[in-house]
């Protein structure tokens, strides 16, 4: 018996968003019981069915002028075929963002993957987190540092490479969702 896939489909403009959808990954592989494959939406018209199949899917993208980039929008309006036929119905839906600012309202472009997400009749699921750095104990080394709850978000300083940025915690936290869905997903395909 195979084991289910849990798909990771971002864009990524300068390799920001790369490197926090291969943090997402390395959560996943954390879970023996499932298979993460990441997908760039440069490459999906090759690789639908990859996200046809897979039993979780989780969405990614730069946050460009308040919300996901176009290259994410794009990648959305195309899975309107998967739309039509409810190919998504029941599979298990994440998120995450990354933008230089601290807010950057990340939370519109979770927000908007989320709609996609319910567009498709997906089930989301969220960061399952306290907000880290939100008291006088607190540290810029807490997991969910930035304080989402609804996925994982990331920053990165505009004037810094992707071998540097987003800093270890905000990696730290995407690997901490992926490895929550991976976990949710065995759960929902054994039915448990």
Do not use: C
């Amino acid at each position: 018996m195979s084991k289910p896939v849990v798909a990771i489909v971002y864009h990524s403009g300068y390799g920001h968003t790369k490197v926090v959808a291969e943090s997402v990954l390395a959560g996943i592989k954390e879970v023996d019981a499932v298979e993460g494959v990441l997908v760039s939406v440069d490459e999906v018209d090759e690789k639908w069915d990859v996200l046809d199949s897979a039993a979780a899917i989780i969405f990614g993208a730069p946050i460009y002028m308040g919300n996901v980039s176009a290259g994410f929008q794009a990648f959305a309006e195309k899975s309107s075929k998967r739309w039509f036929e409810m190919k998504w119905k029941d599979k298990l839906a994440a998120g995450f963002v990354n933008s230089g600012a601290q807010n950057g309202d990340k939370h519109q472009g979770i927000h908007a993957m989320f709609g996609l997400s319910q567009q498709h009749g997906m089930v989301w699921v969220g960061l399952g987190l306290h907000p880290g750095n939100n008291n006088s104990k607190g540290s810029l080394e807490d997991l969910n540092r930035l304080g989402g709850f609804a996925g994982a978000y990331a920053q990165s300083n505009i004037d810094e490479g992707p071998d540097v940025v987003p800093p270890a915690t905000d990696r730290r936290t995407a690997a901490h969702l992926g490895r929550r869905v991976a976990e949710a997903t065995v759960r929902w395909t054994r039915g448990a």
